[in-house]
């Protein structure tokens, strides 16, 4: 079983910034992809930003340039830096990954989520 924890998440202004992370724990092989989603109320859940195991990433168009996804391999932890945010980035943020067990399967898990309010 796998556990991701997030925090980061808060109250700021617009043009303000937030880090969040999530960190992964258990008894894994490795994790593979590991991804940040959102959902603000009345929408549905979206993917904001991917990293590989690579370090390849990916991010959706409205928040390319703002922010900014890493990760540590070492510690398990996947990081998203929010920069130049706005009220439109509002949400509930939700890690996700993809972990592989020595049995050779492969499982996908998410955090519980952690809340991002920008106030105008």
């Known amino acids: 079983q796998v556990q991701l924890v997030e925090s980061g998440g808060g109250l700021v202004q617009a043009g303000g910034s937030l880090r969040l992370s999530c960190a992964a724990s258990?008894?894994?092989?490795?994790?593979?992809?590991m991804n940040w989603y959102r959902q603000a109320p009345g929408k549905q859940r979206e993917l904001v930003a991917g990293?590989?195991?690579?370090?390849?990433?990916a991010y959706a168009d409205s928040v390319k340039g703002r922010f900014t996804i890493s990760r540590d391999n070492a510690k398990n932890t996947v990081y998203l830096q929010m920069n130049s945010l706005k009220p439109d980035d509002t949400a509930v943020y939700y890690c996700?990954?993809?972990?592989?067990?020595?049995?050779?399967?492969?499982?996908?898990?998410w955090g519980q989520g952690t809340q991002v309010t920008v106030s105008s």
């Open positions: 996700y990954a993809v972990a592989a067990f020595p049995t050779g399967r492969s499982y996908q898990y």
């Open positions: 258990g008894s894994m092989f490795s994790i593979n992809a």
């Open positions: 990293i590989t195991s690579g370090g390849s990433t």
